[in-house]
């Protein structure tokens, strides 16, 4: 399992799109153990995360996934850049997971994805029903929980996973069952009535 860090402040930009949802989703399952997230305006998220200390995330698409990093895109905390300096290349399925949710936040990439036209919609979907931020990453860890399970169940049955360069392996903390899915600690605002459904 990949975790570096615990009870970190994440700045991104509120309203996340289907593709800052899986960069927020990445560091749920992957980095920190109990990530603390805070939405503010696209253009202050650097600004925020220099004043409080948290680590400012961005839905930054220019490099096709699992390809080198430019020097601009390495210096932020994108979902490439993420992936690269956790040493979590060597995950096939997250590559296709990157490769999605790059199709899903651009209309037009130079090998589109086939299922990034439906997660677009449903990440444009989600911002008209849900109002709630803290809430979307929740929902949006779900799904994107289930695309990676499906491309790690795929890739699995026709090969051994693949190791990162390093010789590290990378895994997900995938749910096991209701209790296991961080919705209740992830939406700390929601009624009790509505986390005691959650648990159900």
Do not use: K
Request: net charge positive.
């Amino acid at each position: 399992m990949v975790t570096v860090v615990s009870d970190m402040i994440w700045i991104a930009a509120e309203r996340p799109t289907a593709g800052g949802l899986a960069v927020l989703w990445l560091v749920v399952r992957f980095i920190d153990t109990r990530p603390r997230f805070a939405f503010v305006a696209a253009d202050a998220v650097d600004v925020v995360a220099d004043a409080t200390g948290g680590w400012a995330l961005h839905a930054d698409w220019r490099n096709e996934p699992g390809q080198p990093l430019g020097d601009q895109v390495e210096a932020r905390q994108t979902f490439q850049s993420l992936v690269a300096r956790h040493r979590l290349g060597g995950d096939r399925a997250l590559i296709e997971v990157a490769s999605l949710a790059r199709a899903a936040d651009q209309a037009s990439v130079p090998t589109p994805h086939p299922l990034g036209e439906a997660v677009r919609a449903i990440g444009r979907g989600a911002l008209t029903v849900e109002g709630d931020d803290h809430w979307l990453v929740a929902c949006g860890t779900f799904l994107y929980d289930a695309v990676y399970a499906y491309y790690r169940r795929s890739m699995v049955s026709r090969e051994p996973p693949a190791s990162s360069p390093a010789g590290g392996q990378s895994s997900a903390r995938l749910p096991t069952g209701p209790d296991h899915w961080p919705l209740a600690r992830l939406v700390p605002r929601r009624s009790a009535t509505v986390r005691r459904w959650i648990r159900a």
